[in-house]
């Protein structure tokens, strides 16, 4: 990808939760394969838990979000 400062890309940090950047784009690995996605936004996973990384699957929400109680009863009848 080309270092063209005239095309400057919005990247939005969020805590916790993924990095999210205006597409496309192209994201090299740290055993340097490159992975690319045509998306005019993508979400970059910060946290690592993520099944697709680079990638967020918002695996974060398991560990981040306080528990709520809704999700422990059962629905009403």
């Known amino acids: 990808?080309?270092?063209?400062?005239?095309?400057?890309?919005?990247?939005?940090?969020?805590?916790?939760?993924?990095?999210?950047?205006?597409?496309?784009?192209?994201v090299t690995l740290e055993d340097g394969t490159t992975v690319s996605s045509d998306r005019f936004c993508v979400a970059l996973c910060?946290?690592?838990?993520?099944?697709?990384?680079?990638?967020?699957?918002?695996?974060?929400r398991r560990r981040a979000a306080p528990e709520d109680p809704r999700r422990t009863q059962p629905p009403p009848d």
């Open 46 to 60: 910060t946290c690592r838990r993520s099944g697709i990384y680079p990638w967020c699957d918002t695996s974060h």
């Open 1 to 26: 990808m080309p270092n063209d400062r005239s095309e400057r890309r919005r990247v939005t940090l969020q805590r916790p939760g993924p990095l999210l950047v205006e597409g496309p784009v192209e």
